[in-house]
């Protein structure tokens, strides 16, 4: 087949099927794209995530916030390399801040945090000291400690998976 010929088959199949890999929320996205649906191997052309586990955490927390109407996530912790990927990866529709979870933080920049903040994620399996995640858990007011989430777990996905978990969540009245 001619490259022109191959460029426009692949147009024409881009537009009627979706490749996707075998994760639930992939297979979900590629069926509600109202084109069918296909399985692919290897993972890395999945349409909706690369392959990449961390990528599709992102989108999956994206459509989490949008589905509530939020935009601004605190992340506490976090070595400086996670925080670059976590910049890199997650796009300006998400606002980020990212707090070194090893430089003492004040109060008020604590409370500034949670109040700026829909979901703040405490990363207590990463660089995080006490001194600093005590400003974030010494809290009196119900709709701060409504807002924050400990995380036990490692790696990006990991993290963005609690935050998935905690929006989809009946909100508190």
């Given at each position: ?12 199949l881009g537009e009627k099927l979706f ?109 995080l000291h006490h001194k600093v995640s ?14 924050l989430v400990r995380v036990q777990q ?20």
């Open positions: 087949m001619s490259n022109e010929k191959l460029e426009r088959a692949a147009a024409v490749l996707h890999c075998t994760q639930p929320e992939c297979l979900a996205f590629a069926q509600a794209s109202g084109r069918e649906a296909l399985q692919c191997e290897p993972r890395n052309f999945c349409q909706r995530c690369g392959g990449s586990d961390n990528s599709r955490a992102v989108k999956d927390v994206l459509d989490a916030c949008r589905q509530r109407g939020l935009s601004k996530l605190v992340i506490v912790g976090g070595s400086p390399t996670v925080r670059q990927e976590l910049e890199r990866l997650v796009p300006n529709e998400l606002e980020l801040r990212l707090v070194d979870g090893t430089k003492a933080r004040p109060l008020d920049q604590a409370k500034a945090d949670l109040q700026w903040g829909d979901v703040v994620l405490l990363w207590g399996a990463t660089e005590l400003q974030y858990t010494n809290l009196t007011q119900p709709e701060q400690k409504r807002k490692r790696g990006v996905a990991a993290l963005l998976q609690a935050a998935v978990d905690h929006l989809r969540k009946p909100p508190a009245t």
